[in-house]
């Protein structure tokens, strides 16, 4: 049984090229992990665990991974694992550094790094992928993984074991999905910085490569060049292709209204629209969500924690599509919280991909085959494929099953 013997972190930023990543609000980004490093006793499950920044204060949350890690070594790996939604609720409630938060912020990315990489260590010491571990628990030893702490009125313990078990006599025939693949969406079609000429070639090019939709990023000043981008998309992928538009949060309330109308009155017809809004407004959500029906609203990329999302998913129609991103909030724990509460609620979990699709592409296998969420697609970024030992492998529009042991997550060091 492997001991945790060392806890460390590196601070590893990307330089991105022309025009890609860019947004709205963030116009000029570098992308960046905050990566914690976790040695045991036996070299074959060391973890590597990533939270996701945009390169300033990269540096900030490795502090607060380093003084965390601290209370990781020692101890037993597996002891630690079989009960890890104690000591997780344990890490994050540290009585200084909650002050900082609770539960959002640097403190939150910290965690969420250290919590991936326990979880990556563990499954590289049983020999397995992390979607297999997954699948491999018991009900009851998953749940004994999760902090439900503060959210017990929408999803207890119990009621996590009985979901699960639920799902189980479906498991089979969903296991079909590691055959065939996950889809994928494309968001790097459609960058804020991109010109119309890039986003119509780069339309086309996905839609060639078998993506059966992609993202247009939107929240310009002038609403008419949203609009004509939009167009371009439409037509390049063709009327049967999902298109969303995503304005990472740039409009207010009415802002939010006004384009999705000028969006249905022009026949784009988006299978959604993406952060509209501030995401602590909960209730701009819903008035959105109610004045744009039958348009759908995702949210939750900027959604900080568990306590928020239950917030979002009692609110009926806050958030049509969950989008919680496992290097955003507390790591994998805390998704398969999210995640199997949303599943309470009926809410299709679509992640956000911080990580460039690596993690999450076991965890949406978890999602669909264990937890009986519907097979809908997980966006997929390429721009940091060359920097991870083990890349996500993407053909014809479909996520391949990764089968080598842990989370897909070691990054080269050079």
């Not at 494309?186 to 060639?208: C, L, M, Q």
């Not at 955003?328 to 949303?342: T, Y």
């Amino acid at each position: 049984m492997p001991t945790i013997t060392r806890v460390f972190t590196r601070d590893q930023r990307y330089a991105l090229e022309r025009g890609e990543g860019a947004d709205a609000v963030h116009t000029n980004p570098t992308y960046a992990y905050a990566v914690t490093m976790i040695q045991t006793d036996d070299p074959r499950c060391c973890g590597t665990g990533l939270a996701f920044t945009l390169g300033a204060g990269n540096d900030v949350v490795c502090a607060v991974i380093k003084e965390l890690g601290n209370g990781l070594v020692g101890q037993d790996l597996d002891t630690l694992m079989a009960n890890f939604g104690k000591a997780q609720r344990r890490l994050a409630d540290d009585h200084c550094y909650r002050w900082l938060g609770p539960h959002k912020g640097v403190v939150h990315l910290a965690l969420a790094s250290l919590v991936n990489a326990c979880w990556d260590a563990w499954a590289k010491h049983r020999g397995v992928p992390l979607w297999r571990l997954l699948l491999d628990l018991s009900p009851e030893d998953l749940t004994a993984t999760l902090d439900l702490s503060y959210i017990e009125d929408a999803l207890t313990p119990d009621e996590c074991v009985m979901l699960l078990r639920a799902e189980q006599p479906g498991r089979a025939e969903r296991e079909s999905v590691l055959t065939k693949g996950y889809p994928g969406y494309d968001t790097s079609v459609g960058w804020f910085n991109y010109t119309d000429e890039e986003i119509e070639r780069k339309t086309r090019a996905s839609a060639d490569a078998g993506f059966p939709a992609m993202k247009l990023k939107v929240g310009s000043k002038d609403m008419a060049r949203d609009l004509r981008r939009a167009a371009i998309i439409r037509k390049a992928a063709g009327p049967h292709a999902k298109i969303m538009v995503d304005a990472n949060q740039q409009w207010t309330l009415q802002q939010s209204i006004r384009f999705c109308h000028q969006l249905s009155d022009a026949g784009i017809n988006p299978y959604w629209v993406e952060e509209p809004t501030h995401p602590d407004d909960i209730n701009a959500h819903v008035a959105i969500a109610r004045a744009i029906a039958p348009l759908k609203v995702a949210a939750g990329e900027h959604v900080p924690n568990r306590v928020v999302f239950k917030n979002y998913l009692q609110q009926q129609g806050a958030m049509s599509f969950c989008q919680v991103d496992a290097v955003r909030v507390a790591g994998v724990s805390e998704f398969l919280a999210v995640s199997l509460m949303a599943r309470r609620f009926g809410v299709p979990v679509v992640p956000h991909v911080g990580d460039m699709g690596q993690l999450h592409q076991h965890l949406v296998l978890f999602n669909h085959i264990g937890a009986g969420h519907p097979r809908l697609f997980l966006e997929h970024i390429p721009h940091l494929r060359k920097a991870f030992v083990q890349p996500a492998m993407i053909e014809a529009g479909y996520y391949k099953t990764p089968q080598e042991p842990g989370s897909s997550c070691d990054l080269h060091t050079n």
